[in-house]
């Protein structure tokens, strides 16, 4: 079993940043990539940022140029610095690992999520 500890989320205006981080523990044989969703009232869950371990990127189109996704896989943490957030980028923010277990089993967790709130 492989927990997901998140944390950076919080209340800030329009145009400030914030540093999300998640540190994955447990029965991880490979990592094959960690990355960041978010889910707004009423809305479905969407992608934000995805990061393999051979350094492959994704971002959702509407974070390109603001968001930017980083990792320690020596540490198995992944962070996403958010800068010029906007009101519209509200949302809990979700960390995905992606992973070979020791028993080369494929699996997804996923963390309890952080909340955002852009608001002034």
């Known amino acids: 079993q492989v927990q997901l500890g998140e944390s950076g989320g919080g209340l800030v205006q329009p145009g400030g940043s914030l540093r999300l981080s998640c540190a994955a523990s447990g029965d991880i044989f490979r990592l094959i990539a960690m990355g960041w969703y978010r889910q707004a009232p009423g809305k479905e869950r969407e992608l934000v940022a995805t990061?393999?371990?051979?350094?492959?990127?994704n971002y959702a189109d509407s974070v390109k140029g603001r968001f930017t996704i980083s990792e320690d896989y020596a540490k198995t943490t992944v962070y996403l610095q958010m800068n010029s957030l906007k009101p519209e980028d509200t949302a809990v923010y979700y960390c995905n690992a992606r992973y070979y277990s020791s028993s080369r089993a494929l699996f997804d967790s996923w963390g309890q999520g952080t909340q955002v709130t852009v608001s002034s």
């Open positions: 990061r393999t371990s051979g350094g492959s990127t």
